[in-house]
């Protein structure tokens, strides 16, 4: 038991015996009830939505976590949230995690591993079975995708186990899905057998899975942890989550199709949310690692945590000589004995003696109290001092500190890495520092320290580019002015690969998938402003709305796969036929949807006129088939309305009212006013 928590036990005893004092009768009343009222608490997931995390969704929505008294808030994990930190901070009660926790204690961290769900890691190497590799030995030579040394130990350890360097294999940095092997970038990755396999086998690809378990390397999977401040505070919480929790996963695996519907229904989050058979895919293969047939939900052997202790030895992550001592959880610890009527009867009894002994305690302590506070201060600035490196580690920060008096700044080895340097830790001012061409990032860095120091809010919140060479990478730079000092620190952080992933995300939200171009929200978006510059400069403009001809036909005959061969070529035809500043999208179907800037009636027909000139030279090769196509037009222009009347909605209708009429009046033509 850590230090800290038998002292407040020990100052929660003698609280209890002066009250016993003063109040006698309390202590022969019987307790009361718990308060009706729900306590709220968060559990911190370690990554997004998927089956592994049924027993939780299933706990929460049953109502088992309510009958505890329980009110559970289910954060979502990803890229860039680690549960560690997030308990350390204090932003969460409870966290999911395994090997990271148990490094992170450790290295000094107070938590408290509660319960084991996975009997053994998801954590495994994936590869195609035609890539010729077998055993780990045949990744030497080979393109291998994987995370850094603390998050994917238990593959350093496999390999370290089978007599492999890392420097003998070409390593790629984890995307955190399977792409690169998908498109034979990558000869294997560093994968989950829960999930990332579903992508292969959904695609009819044949692979094969190398577990570090078939060589020695077998570490626990999923697991609930908290923080030693939890336990000694909340010892009743942390029984009733627990329990509620492990009956939440009972009901999962007797009922998997109603956990799936559940996560389909509540817990999908988009752009990363998985269909019923990937979920499926997730729940027997969670099955198979949980066992819930042949162990107990939750059950750890203090053995299995030691040889994952000593794994990490090997590995260089900690030092050795370490100490397990309350890091599992054991609730008979938390058993309040003066609950208990017998106790209390006989605290009452000893009231005499016990005067006594506290009257010569309070002398006492008025002598020590001065020590005490000295030794609690120096504790407390040693806890906070290890919180710090820790939170610094967990989110892979860098940190700064500026001295304004006399310029002079430090940086750490992350930071001055991140800026383009070496990983080396660095002082000198921030003048020289903008000054150093070495360090790409440095100039940027230092304006934005000056900038904070002239802003009234004295905060800085801002992201940088820094370019390398033949690469761009965003940092995100956090820092402000120290109050009564003439002082600024603060972190830096790489948010590159969040950057790519809001860049790409923001593709998809705009781009139709088929053929690359627009899709209709983007479109509209672009009409409402083109429209709101036309009413104040009244340059006109025209919107087409385009309808291939006997387009039903094409799919009926030929089939669907035909059908999107034509529009991706007429799509093609179509960007090439307009001018670089027209908008051009999908608008549905075989339906497409022209803005035409600075355009008016004439001009509008010409281009139309091009575009079917092109289109009727054009024999389409469609799956083997060819076929002509041709299309049908309506073009309506803003100078027909009023500036009241001239909305997206009204345009666009006009211009499919002359698409309804060039269809019926024979198709493969253009109508306009």
């Known amino acids: 038991m850590p230090a800290s928590f038998k002292q407040h036990l020990q100052h929660q005893l003698l609280y209890l015996l002066l009250g016993a004092i003063l109040c006698p009768a309390l202590l022969l009343m019987p307790a009361g009830p718990a308060a009706a009222e729900q306590q709220k608490i968060t559990l911190q997931l370690h990554w997004t939505h998927e089956f592994e995390f049924a027993g939780f969704y299933i706990a929460k929505e049953k109502g088992f976590y309510a009958e505890k008294g329980l009110d559970v808030t ?11 930190q997030e308990v350390m901070q204090g932003d969460a009660h409870y966290g999911i995690g395994a090997a990271e926790v148990l490094l992170a204690r450790l290295r000094g961290a107070p938590l408290v591993m509660l319960a084991s769900i996975f009997q053994h890691s998801a954590s495994s190497i994936l590869t195609r079975a035609d890539s010729g590799i077998y055993t780990p030995q045949d990744l030497v030579g080979r393109v291998f995708e994987m995370g850094r040394l603390e998050s994917d130990a238990e593959t350093y350890a496999m390999l370290n186990n ?50 570090p378990i078939q060589y020695g390397i ?10 030693e401040n939890e336990i000694a505070e909340q010892p009743e919480r942390v029984k009733a989550f627990l329990e509620a929790s492990l009956k939440g996963w009972q009901y999962a695996f007797d009922n998997e199709e109603e956990a799936v519907e559940l996560i ?46 000593d794994t990490l030895v090997q590995l260089g992550l900690t030092e050795p000589g370490y100490s397990l001592e309350g890091f599992l959880y054991d609730p008979d610890k938390t058993f309040n004995l003066l609950s208990h009527w017998g106790v209390r009867f006989g605290l009452v009894s000893l009231l ?143 948010v590159s690969k969040l950057k790519s992933y809001q860049m790409e995300l923001e593709h998809l939200t705009e781009t139709d998938t088929l053929t690359g171009l627009y899709n209709r929200r983007y479109f509209f978006r672009q009409l409402e402003l083109h429209l709101e510059q036309y009413k104040r400069k009244k340059s006109n403009l025209s919107v087409a709305l385009l309808d291939l001809d006997h387009f039903k036909q094409i799919n009926d005959t030929y089939d669907h796969l035909a059908g999107d061969t034509v529009i991706r070529e007429f799509a093609t035809i179509l960007s090439q036929s307009l001018r670089p500043y027209d908008v051009v999208a999908r608008f549905g179907g075989e339906e497409f949807v022209i803005l035409l800037l600075d355009t008016g009636r004439e001009e509008s027909l010409k281009i139309l006129s091009r575009l079917r000139e092109r289109l009727a030279q054009k024999v389409f090769d469609a799956e083997g088939y060819s076929m002509r196509v041709t299309f049908s037009g309506g073009i309506a222009e803003a100078d027909e309305l009023t500036p009241v009347e001239l909305t997206p909605k009204r345009i666009i209708a006009i211009a499919d009212q002359r698409l309804y009429l060039a269809k019926t009046s024979g198709r493969n033509m253009v109508r306009i006013r």
């Open 74 to 84: 289910i954060k979502s994990g990803g890229p860039g949230i680690i549960p560690v």
């Open 162 to 211: 089978e007599g492999i360097d890392v420097t003998q294999l070409t390593h790629v940095d984890s995307t955190f899905n399977p792409q690169l092997l998908l498109d034979g970038k990558v000869d294997a990755i560093s994968a989950y057998s829960t999930s990332q396999p579903f992508f292969l086998k959904e695609r009819g690809i044949p692979y094969r899975l190398i577990r």
């Open 218 to 227: 077998d570490f626990y999977g999923n697991s609930i942890f908290t923080s």
């Open 264 to 309: 389909l229904a509540k817990y999908s989050d988009h752009p990363f949310a998985h269909s019923r058979e990937h979920l499926f895919f997730e729940a027997e293969e969670t099955r198979n690692l949980v066992m819930p047939h042949l162990v107990d939900l939750g059950h750890m052997n203090p053995g299995r945590w030691k040889h994952m202790a």
């Open 352 to 494: 005499g003696t016990i005067t006594l002994c506290l009257a010569l305690w309070f002398f006492n302590r008025k002598l020590s109290t001065e020590i005490t506070s000295r030794r609690e201060a120096e504790e407390r600035t040693h806890r906070s001092e290890q919180r710090l490196s820790l939170a610094l580690w967990a989110a892979d920060l860098g940190w700064w500190d500026w001295n304004l008096d006399t310029d002079q700044i430090a940086l750490d080895g992350k930071a001055h890495g991140m800026l383009g340097g070496s990983d080396k830790p660095i002082k000198t001012t921030l003048s020289s520092l903008a000054k150093n061409r070495s360090i790409p990032g440095s100039a940027a860095f230092a304006h934005l320290l000056h900038t904070m120091q002239k802003s009234e809010a004295r905060t800085c919140d801002s992201e940088l580019e820094v370019a390398e060479q033949d690469s761009r990478k965003w940092l995100l730079c956090r820092g402000q002015m120290i109050n009564s000092s003439p002082r600024a620190a603060g972190v830096i952080m790489d």
